[in-house]
């Protein structure tokens, strides 16, 4: 938490918050490095003022109203983040993708999965989830993460709030009808594979898109699979437009190379494109992919790699004995 720091039992005990006070801060603001920012300030002002905890809460209790303090601030002076199909209808894979929006705009990937306990963590971190969190008011979402992913209670979620056990349940029972009307295009489309399957999926996935076998993408695509661009706007439904924007504007993607990591709780690919002079290969983007039962449902392909690459351990240029390290 700063300098000087070690062997302080106060910050000890609180820096065992961080890694579940980064996830909560991510489901609110859909970005992780904000996030990583707000756990970091959350714990700051908890360590500064742990002389005023009186134990009338819980210490978690207490840290997570910091936490949701901090959050609200943040919100407060941003614009609601999203992914593209929140944007607009889908478009034909053939066209241009425009031009790049702010990058403040979009929610943006987590690396691997945070340590909470609760049965719905996995499932709460995916892109879909977090983007649909975004469209709840700010206390609502606080309210519905508290409770249905973190396991809080309602009295502790209104002492939290400084509100009533009624306030807080109502809160909650309109958050959940507000998500569920959001995803109910998608009901049943969030489980997934087990983690052998996941695992063989995956290479699949990768091997066909290196070998660019538009014949096995479209199998291991689902008929109503998604493929989304951000920062661009653009985003695409079905296999058809997949195959055209792969084979049309996405052609030097031809050769990529796929390094596997692991991303909002499912499976993550770092793509390098081959590099002119033939000398291996540079960072392209990182890929998000969903799979529900033996099919990919989604592919989210962010392009900030500057950003992204170092989060999640991935080097910006790799050489040609990676592709053959892929390959055993």
């Known amino acids: 938490m700063g300098d000087g720091e070690t062997g302080d039992p106060a910050a000890e005990r609180l ?10 801060c991510y489901r609110m603001l859909g970005a992780y490095a904000e996030a990583e920012d707000a756990a ?3 714990l700051l002002r908890a360590w500064r003022n742990i002389g005023r905890f009186e134990g009338r809460s819980s210490l978690r ?3 997570y109203r910091i936490a949701t303090n901090v959050c609200l601030d943040a919100l407060a002076a941003a614009k609601r983040r999203a992914l ?3 944007l607009g209808a889908p478009s034909e894979g053939g066209t241009a993708p425009g031009d790049p ?3 403040a705009l979009w929610v943006g990937p987590c690396p691997g999965t945070n340590p909470e306990t609760s049965a719905t963590a996995g499932e709460s971190v995916h892109l879909a989830f977090v983007a649909v969190l975004q469209h709840l008011p700010p206390r609502q979402r606080a309210t519905l993460i508290l409770r249905d992913v973190l396991g809080f209670t309602a009295g502790e979620v209104a002492d939290l709030h400084g509100t009533t056990v009624a306030s807080a349940n109502s809160a909650l029972q309109r958050a959940r009808t507000t998500l569920a009307g959001r995803r109910e295009n998608t009901a049943g489309r969030t489980s997934r594979p087990s983690n052998a399957t996941l695992r063989v999926l ?6 066909a898109f290196s070998r660019y076998d538009m014949e096995e993408l479209n199998m291991l695509l689902h008929v109503d699979a998604t493929l989304c661009l951000p920062p661009y706007a653009k985003w695409m439904r079905g296999t058809a437009d997949i195959q055209a924007w792969l084979t049309g504007p996405a052609v030097g993607c031809r050769g990529s190379l796929l390094i596997p990591t692991v991303a909002n709780g499912t499976a993550g690919f770092g793509q390098y494109r081959p590099r002119p002079d033939g000398d291996g290969y540079v960072a392209w983007a990182l890929q998000v992919v969903d ?3 033996d099919h990919i449902t989604g592919i989210t392909a962010f392009r900030d ?3 992204l690459f170092p989060l999640f351990g991935l080097p910006e240029q790799v050489g040609e004995d990676a592709r053959v390290g892929a390959q055993d």
């Open 15 to 24: 820096e065992l918050y961080r890694g579940e006070l980064t996830g909560y």
């Open 40 to 42: 970091q300030e959350t």
């Open 61 to 63: 209790s207490w840290v």
């Open 84 to 86: 593209p199909m929140d």
């Open 101 to 103: 929006l702010d990058a």
């Open 202 to 207: 995956a290479e699949r996935y990768a091997a």
């Open 291 to 293: 799979f529900f039962d």
């Open 305 to 307: 790699t500057e950003r």
